[in-house]
């Protein structure tokens, strides 16, 4: 027996750093309906033969509320059930 695996989704994006800037990247994620930017840097302090990560992501904001992800999350799935159709006939 296999297991599947769920499918892909896009969450966020990633832009290449600007020339001169120690960002390597910057984009944004978005995780439940919050969307956090990052940056993305070389770990300039990792000791040979170390466990350290070799980048960091470092933010220097807050989630937010990424409204396109709230309004995705909010729109129907399927057909309005009939007994909703039906309440707004006039007869």
Do not use: C
Not at 9 to 21: D, H, N, V
Request: zero cysteines; a positive charge.
């Amino acid at each position: 027996m296999t297991s599947q695996r769920s499918p892909l989704k896009r969450i966020g994006a990633a832009w290449k750093g600007k020339p001169g800037s120690k960002a390597l990247l910057t984009g944004s994620i978005t995780i439940a309906g919050k969307k956090q930017r990052w940056m993305l840097f070389k770990n300039d302090h990792k000791p040979a033969d170390s466990k350290e990560p070799d980048y960091l992501i470092l933010s220097g904001t807050e989630p937010e509320v990424d409204d396109f992800a709230q309004q995705s999350m909010m729109a129907p799935t399927g057909p309005a059930p009939a007994s909703d159709l039906d309440e707004n006939i006039p007869f």
